[in-house]
């Protein structure tokens, strides 16, 4: 079964607006993290921000914020004030802690910036 | 730190040889993953250690396939004999901690023909 689902595989955003990009999970773990990716086309992955299950507010990083919905299992990103340099796949993964401690990832969800 | 390093960064091989990828993780990194990306099944994890033993090698698809954590500073992923279809990026990743965020090398690219 997928753990991690994001069914967008593409989205477009134009410069300056903010996009939300979607991501849903599944475990029976209490105790999780969330994390979002970025990789651009010269292909490094690149840590953007992490949500642990039990903090109670959103997670900010500039212009990244999660907005953490626990009951829906949700964990979207949004970027806010879009550049072109936001232009990459991004993916979702998680981290159970308890029975395990993959990281796993979702497909990714290409994003595409334009003026 | 010089982050997490990965050698070869192209590798071009032919069907039926023995590939060697390497990856040296951050020091005092407990954690290291290694992944396939290609884009057809996406980022897959292969396997993971934790303080140099392997933990889950669930994802590693056939017996072709081996890797070895000999200490903290040294992981290889070992295909044997390769074939066209295991060309993909291969990532290697490590974290410091259970929960945190895996910092990935820059890859390694495998072509097989």
């Known amino acids: 079964a997928q753990k991690i689902t994001q069914t967008q595989p593409g989205m477009f955003v134009q410069e300056k607006e903010a996009v939300t990009l979607d991501c849903t999970y599944d475990?029976?773990?209490?105790?999780?993290?969330l994390f979002w990716y970025k990789q651009p086309s010269s292909g490094e992955m690149i840590f953007l921000i992490y949500?642990?299950?039990?903090?109670?507010q959103n997670a900010t990083e500039g212009r990244y914020s999660l907005n953490f919905q626990k009951a829906r299992k949700s964990a979207n990103l949004v970027i806010s004030a879009s550049q072109l340099g936001d232009s990459a796949m991004y993916f979702c993964?998680?981290?159970?802690?308890?029975?395990?401690?993959?990281?796993?990832f979702g497909t990714g969800t290409r994003l595409q910036v334009f003026p | 730190d010089a982050g997490v390093i990965q050698s070869p960064r192209h590798e071009v091989t032919e069907m039926g040889q023995e590939v060697t990828l390497r990856c040296k993780p951050i020091s005092g990194h407990d954690y290291l993953f290694w992944y396939r990306q290609t884009m057809m099944r996406g980022l897959e994890l292969l396997i993971y250690?934790?303080?140099?033993?392997?933990?889950?090698d669930s994802g590693m698809p056939e017996d072709r396939f081996s890797a070895k954590m000999p200490n903290a500073s040294f992981s290889t992923l070992k295909i044997q004999p390769s074939e066209p279809r295991d060309s993909a990026v291969y990532f290697c990743a490590s974290s410091p901690d259970r929960g945190i965020e895996a910092f990935f090398g820059q890859g390694t690219r495998l072509t097989v023909v």
């Open positions: 475990t029976s773990d209490q105790s999780y993290g």
């Open positions: 949500q642990g299950s039990y903090d109670e």
């Open positions: 993964a998680m981290r159970e802690r308890e029975n395990t401690d993959k990281l796993i």
């Open positions: 250690f934790n303080n140099n033993v392997p933990i889950d």
